[in-house]
């Protein structure tokens, strides 16, 4: 079975400095890693993904993350956050499977608040 | 491209009574929809998967006649959550899947209906 770690319920940050946002994975078998980042009230948008190629994803927002196999983690990153970048924002993964890929199976969230 | 809406945004009920709520793919056709449960402060729960002309399949622990899915055309489902109580109100949200290529799908989410029943 497949499982999602967010290893951060909360992270403060200033506006302007760097942050990271950790997710760990299990699973047995070829996986699809997202990020989605939720306003409140609001639905799921989807920062990024990593499929296949390479490790290094860039997303929407100026954020990427990086698929790391060995350590089945894929964290999240910005160099310079700004104080719209505060949300929540899930790690989420799925199986691989003809066509696409399977449900998804969502981390328990990381909540983002950017100070001034 | 690519929208879901979902309709109510906003639902109070009261107590015993069934709601439901619409979940459309605007400018696409959908074949699977999905539908998630969110508590506050928590993630998201798959509550099922919902094909276009046959019956959902639901994940475990999940009360099939509690939660009536109907994904009646490509470009709607609904969620009837049927004798609502208070421990059902809940953030829920749907997906939808879109066919980016013959091979190949997305999913996209919806905006997310607010549920509380007094």
């Known amino acids: 079975a497949q499982s999602v770690t967010q290893l951060d319920s909360q992270v403060p940050v200033f506006e302007e400095a760097p942050v990271e946002l950790r997710c760990n994975y299990s699973s047995s078998v070829s996986v699809y890693l997202f990020w989605y980042v939720q306003y409140p009230n609001q639905g799921l948008q989807l920062l990024l993904k990593?499929?296949?190629?390479?490790?290094l994803v860039k997303g929407i927002n100026g954020f990427e993350a990086e698929f790391n196999k060995s350590q089945t983690s894929f964290h999240l990153r910005k160099p310079s956050v700004h104080i719209s970048d505060t949300a929540e924002y899930f790690c989420?993964?799925?199986?691989?499977?003809?066509?696409?890929?399977?449900?998804?199976?969502f981390g328990a969230g990381t909540r983002l608040a950017v100070h001034p | 491209g690519a929208v879901v809406s979902q309709h109510p945004s906003r639902v109070i009920c009261k107590s015993g009574t069934s709601v439901k709520i619409e979940c459309r793919s605007l400018?696409?056709?959908?074949?699977?929809m999905f539908w998630y449960r969110q508590f506050p402060k928590q993630s998201l729960m798959l509550m099922a998967t919902?094909?276009?002309?046959?019956?959902?399949?639901?994940e475990q622990g999940v009360e099939k006649d509690k939660f009536l899915i109907n994904h009646a055309s490509l470009t709607l489902s609904t969620l009837t959550v049927t004798s609502a109580h208070p421990e059902d109100s809940s953030f829920y949200i749907c997906?939808?899947?879109?066919?980016?290529?013959?091979?190949?799908?997305?999913?996209?989410f919806g905006p997310g209906t607010r549920l509380t029943v007094t």
């Open positions: 400018d696409f056709q959908a074949t699977t």
């Open positions: 997906s939808a899947r879109r066919w980016t290529s013959g091979v190949s799908y997305e999913q996209y």
């Open positions: 990593y499929l296949s190629g390479s490790t």
């Open positions: 919902s094909n276009e002309g046959s019956k959902a399949t639901y």
């Open positions: 989420a993964v799925s199986d691989r499977i003809s066509g696409g890929y399977n449900k998804l199976i």
